[in-house]
């Protein structure tokens, strides 16, 4: 987590780190800082809060310019979130100052052995980082050797960006395991943790791979490895359309989101069919699927939840067994493997640490793996030996929903096409069906009246909700819960319908809200016994079902689509009722707090 951006030119730095922090924004919002040189020497802001803060302390204060600067937005891990512990972060001297994403595993052992005599001033492993270049700048007296010697001792993961008092032409940039990426300008270049931060300057990127070190001077990058071998790269494109990241006239990004889950859905629909209207997958991808007698499903959070809905079709549909595993919990507990496994990665960031250990376990195992994710070029997507892109856009609120959409679409084709092959018969053409889901999509996301209206009744005066389902509506209702605690601090917990009177319906009084799924035919009836079970207990009860099977008493029908694909147009209302749930409270919709979207520390 944490963003950071940096800028070396010729004009003043502020507004572009400003501007940059803002974009980065999603990645962490506790505390921020920016740090810019001039012939004065460095100039250092910082705030605890948001970049809003930042903004309005640089207006206060006498603000300088200068044409170097770097810039931080962050998400406490060590040290909790306060100006103190706020970056840029300074040696004893003054004269290194850096920014740092990541978490440095060595930091106490670092400062045991090499740091004893200083005094810190933060709780945090990155000033440990930046006493340690000072400390081997003594030894040396030279930046560049000093910085590598330093690289080489840190283990864990870092994306670094430094300013040497003494040298206002060159920006020091080094990384492993966090992103970084360097973009090149026409007399002036940035740094930033993802192009969005800077793509009002450039569209033009570089890549930093793990352990190098980039001199970032104003006219010319120069990128080496730790031994000091210099290494040559061509830039790439970014192809990140500007208006995509921009709210337009959306109160919040969630919002905007939610309603472009029928226009990704097309998208998907268009990047996976062949002219003949059929999925197409690359083979690669096919034949590794095909020779894998176990797929493993790794993801946290809401991509778990696509996984879980994965794994119904890769079974019914492919007839490939499939486990689904939390990744933070896979790195440390590996399950038995089958004898030719494959790994699936389903990450919209790509860049989710948790997920990230699992894939380099398994790369030193010799398996091989496929990454699901929103962000092509990202860590997960570029160590992975296949990729499949969700085109879902960029996704900024750090609550997930058209990514959710977008993974189990994808599924749906890797499904279907491994069916395809394999000669099995399947009982709907996928492409049709994933046409009438964003139709029924579009149906519900002009529903938002009636929607934030349960949200009022249902979700407005509780301390607690419930979602209860069975088959997929049980793995849906994971999702519910998610949503509605991740953005509102509703206590929200997803349920199997059966299982609540084992031990979960002890918590059910007069008044608390249970909202359940009924979207599946073989389990409607039983589904609706268990909401009989809990307005038996005074629960208050909401029933979303879907045409067909629905019943008078049902507060919401969802249009028919194919029973395997409910998934993905019950979550649409259940995104809304949080969205709705979290206005109606005041919440930070877009921000959530202790959260960041994407989640880089394991
Ligand atoms: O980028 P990823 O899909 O790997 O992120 C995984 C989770 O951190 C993410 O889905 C998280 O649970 C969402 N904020 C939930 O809305």
């Not at 809003?52 to 204060?61: P, R």
């Not at 890549?207 to 730790?226: A, G, M, P, T, Y």
Request: net charge negative.
């Amino acid at each position: 987590m944490c963003g950071i951006v940096g800028y070396i030119g010729a004009n003043d730095s502020k507004g572009i780190l400003l501007h940059g922090l803002e974009k980065l924004e999603y990645r962490g919002y506790d505390s921020a800082g920016i740090a810019v040189l001039n012939d004065n020497g460095v100039h250092l802001t910082k705030v605890k809060g948001r970049i809003v803060t930042l903004k309005e302390s640089m207006d206060n204060s006498n603000s300088v310019e200068a044409t170097l600067g770097i810039g931080h937005t962050r998400w406490a891990t060590h040290g909790e979130p306060s100006t103190l512990n706020a970056h840029p972060h300074q040696s004893t001297s003054g004269k290194f100052t850096i920014v740092h994403n990541g978490v440095i595993e060595n930091y106490q052992d670092i400062k045991r052995n090499y740091l004893e005599a200083v005094d810190f001033v933060s709780e945090t492993d990155t000033e440990v980082i930046v006493q340690l270049i000072e400390k081997l700048y003594d030894e040396f007296q030279n930046t560049i050797k000093a910085f590598q010697e330093a690289m080489k001792l840190l283990k864990g993961s870092y994306a670094i960006g430094m300013i040497d008092v003494d040298d206002p032409n060159t920006l020091y940039v080094s990384k492993n395991k966090s992103p970084l990426l360097i973009g090149l300008g026409d007399g002036f270049n940035v740094i930033a943790s993802d192009a969005m931060a800077t793509l009002k300057e450039t569209d033009q990127y570089l890549e930093i791979f793990d352990k190098e070190i980039v001199l970032v001077h104003r006219n010319h990058v120069e990128i080496q490895k730790l031994n000091g071998k210099v290494v040559d790269r061509q830039p790439y494109t970014a192809e990140i359309d500007a208006s995509d990241i921009e709210k337009g006239t959306y109160p919040h990004y969630m919002l905007k989101e939610i309603d472009e889950q029928p226009i990704v859905i097309r998208n998907i629909i268009k990047e996976y069919q062949d002219e003949n209207n059929e999925v197409k997958l690359d083979d690669s991808i096919r034949n590794a699927m095909q020779e894998a007698d176990r797929v493993y499903i790794i993801a946290a959070g809401t991509s778990y939840h696509a996984g879980l809905i994965g794994k119904e079709f890769m079974e019914k549909m492919a007839r490939i067994p499939v486990e689904v595993h939390v990744a933070s919990e896979f790195s440390y507990n590996m399950p038995l493997l089958s004898e030719k496994p494959l790994f699936v990665f389903i990450s919209q960031s790509g860049e989710t640490a948790d997920s990230r250990a699992v894939l380099v376990k398994i790369k030193e195992m010799g398996h091989p793996a496929l990454t699901i994710t929103n962000v092509p070029g990202s860590t997960l997507s570029r160590e992975a030996d296949y990729t499949l892109q969700l085109h879902a856009g960029p996704e900024i609120a750090v609550a997930s929903t058209k990514a959710y959409t977008a993974q189990i679409a994808v599924l749906t084709i890797l499904a279907a096409d491994i069916a395809k092959a394999k000669g099995l018969e399947l009982e709907f053409d996928p492409i049709k069906e994933l046409a009438i889901v964003s139709s029924a999509m579009e149906v519900l996301t002009d529903q938002k009246e009636e929607i934030e209206q349960l949200a009022g009744i249902y979700l407005d005066t509780t301390r607690n909700a419930f979602f209860i389902g069975r088959g997929l509506d049980y793995n849906v209702s994971l999702e519910a819960a998610l949503k509605l605690k991740e953005i509102s601090y509703i206590q929200a917990e997803g349920f199997a319908g059966g299982e609540l009177k084992h031990g979960t319906i002890a918590l059910i009084e007069e008044g608390t809200p249970v909202i359940a799924l009924a979207t599946q035919e073989n389990v409607n009836y039983s589904i609706r016994g268990n909401v009989q079970e809990v307005v038996a207990r005074g629960a208050n009860a909401l029933i979303i079902s879907m045409r067909g099977l629905e019943q008078d008493t049902d507060a919401f029908v969802l249009p028919k689509v194919h029973e395997l694909l409910t998934p993905l147009i019950s979550v649409i209302p259940l995104q809304l009722l949080a969205y709705y749930a979290a206005l109606h409270r005041d919440c930070d919709v877009d921000k959530p707090r202790n959260l960041a979207k994407s989640v880089t520390v394991e």
